[in-house]
């Protein structure tokens, strides 16, 4: 199905190119199709955060076959839409979902900007026209609600996180289901934190909503987890099936289902202008941070090592020798960070450092120091034992809250492997545009690493499978998760 859409991109990326502004190609230009495809791969050598992964045998990608394979496409080309589905089958068979088509504005200059809306004075407006709304549902991703002992916490079907408990045997599980790591689509949490904003005589704006929207969604999936406490379920359940990701609350979540200390992942960069550009926002940031408390000795002891470690990151990765990355076309090697790679070391998926003891400095050090810290006030909302119910569609920041908590030992995930999109981008940048065919792709920036040293991007497989089966239905399927569980527990 992935390849069927990505071929007919290709189709309309190719008829489209004239309506882009390109002047009418009287017949097919077979070297300017090559010479894009060139392009196209030199930029990736120059760029994208995923190569040495990708062409490493773990991937699972051939990519000197993939290589060839589309230059034997082009040739046999004979239209600009038998080429352009060639490189868009080239870029789908890397498998990262981070890395494809992007849509590239038109030329043409703005509008003028329309006036701005009077204050409302309800949230339900307020979170509306703030742009929150839902994109998925709140269901469960298997209809556990069907099945014998399923019971719907009292608040469940009206606040933002799904939550119920169910019999399975002698034990109760909780069910809790997170759609997205995204507040801007929870608009009943929006609705929640401008109520107080409110109360307490503000006029809320779409800023004021976004600068508590994060502390608002983990202190309302807090709650929902200190209610299983209440309950005395014996582990919780949390589906993520069809998550497509989010924001950073994917990766401080895991605090709130332990009171051990999460290890964050490290992260790494691409070299060259977006990894110097991240690390000139991070060191932004911690000197922000250090001139607010300057004097305060203990501090400045702390935020200084990071401000160096940055400083030190920033000056390997401008002064390190370009790595000549053709090898990938031609051969695979085994993924090594540290050889030829053309990553650099950029701290970690938490900021400079990846774990910081609570309540150690201020808020708003501890904040530039470690941005989970926001969780503090939250941790360990659940202590007990945890599954994650995954599927083809846990992607991206699911996939980083999963890779989390299986690497930190907080939860067992079950069901069947993640998509696969990894780290996306830490730095906004402008899509890869080609220059004959105009054909532009989205290309990542950044790499998170699993305590094993893979790269996050190959996607979270699970500790108890749960594959679909034949003529199994929905029910009997959600009924064999509960199964599993079950029985793992019993272990």
């Not at 599954?387 to 999963?402: C, I, N, P, R, W």
Request: with cysteine.
């Amino acid at each position: 199905m992935k390849i069927l859409t990505m071929l007919l991109l290709a189709a309309i990326f190719a008829t489209s190119a004239v309506a882009a502004g390109a002047t009418p190609r009287p017949s097919f230009d077979r070297k300017a199709w090559r010479d894009d495809y060139a392009t196209l791969k030199r930029e990736l050598e120059h760029s994208y955060s995923h190569l040495a992964w990708v062409a490493s045998p773990a991937s699972g990608v051939d990519l000197p076959s993939l290589e060839r394979r589309t230059r034997l496409a082009l040739e046999a080309a004979r239209s600009d839409a038998d080429a352009a589905a060639a490189l868009v089958s080239f870029v789908a068979g890397f498998h990262d979902g981070h890395f494809g088509p992007a849509v590239t504005p038109e030329p043409t200059g703005a509008g003028p900007e329309p006036p701005s809306r009077a204050s409302d004075s309800d949230a339900g407006t307020a979170c509306a026209a703030f742009g929150y709304a839902p994109v998925t549902r709140i269901g469960f991703s298997l209809p556990f609600e069907s099945l014998e002992g399923f019971r719907m916490q009292s608040d469940g079907i009206s606040r933002a996180f799904r939550s119920a408990t169910i019999a399975v045997g002698l034990r109760h599980l909780g069910l809790v289901r997170i759609p997205r790591f995204r507040p801007a689509e929870y608009p009943t949490i929006c609705a929640a934190a401008w109520s107080k904003l409110h109360a307490a005589g503000a006029t809320p704006s779409a800023s004021d909503i976004q600068d508590v929207i994060d502390v608002e969604w983990l202190r309302e999936l807090g709650e929902r987890l200190a209610a299983f406490r209440t309950d005395h379920v014996d582990a919780i359940l949390v589906d993520i099936g069809g998550n497509g990701g989010g924001n950073d609350v994917g990766e401080w979540s895991p605090r709130l289902f332990t009171s051990r200390e999460v290890h964050s992942a490290p992260l790494l960069m691409h070299t060259g202008p977006l990894g110097a550009k991240y690390m000139d926002e991070q060191l932004q940031g911690l000197n922000d941070a250090l001139a607010a408390h300057a004097g305060e000795a203990k501090i400045e002891s702390a935020l200084r090592p990071a401000v160096d470690a940055f400083e030190r990151r920033k000056h390997a990765s401008s002064s390190q020798q370009p790595c000549d990355l053709s090898w990938v076309w031609r051969e695979q090697r085994s993924f090594d960070p540290a050889k030829c790679s053309g990553l650099v070391d950029a701290g970690f998926a938490s900021g400079a450092v990846d774990y910081l003891a609570p309540g150690s400095l201020p808020a708003d050090a501890a904040a530039a120091l470690y941005w989970p810290s926001i969780v503090d006030p939250m941790r360990g909302a659940w202590n007990g034992p945890v599954y994650l119910l995954t599927d083809s569609g846990t992607a991206s920041a699911a996939e980083m809250f999963a890779a989390l908590m299986r690497d930190s030992d907080i939860a067992k995930t079950v069901g069947v492997r993640t998509l696969g999109l990894g780290c996306g981008s830490m730095v906004e940048s402008v899509p890869l545009t080609l220059p004959h065919s105009r054909l532009s792709f989205r290309v990542p920036n950044c790499v998170r690493l699993r305590a094993d040293g893979t790269d996050e991007v190959a996607g979270i497989s699970p500790d108890l499978p749960v594959l679909p089966v034949a003529n199994e239905s929905a029910r009997a399927r959600a009924a064999r998760v509960l199964t599993v569980v079950d029985q793992d527990l019993r272990r």
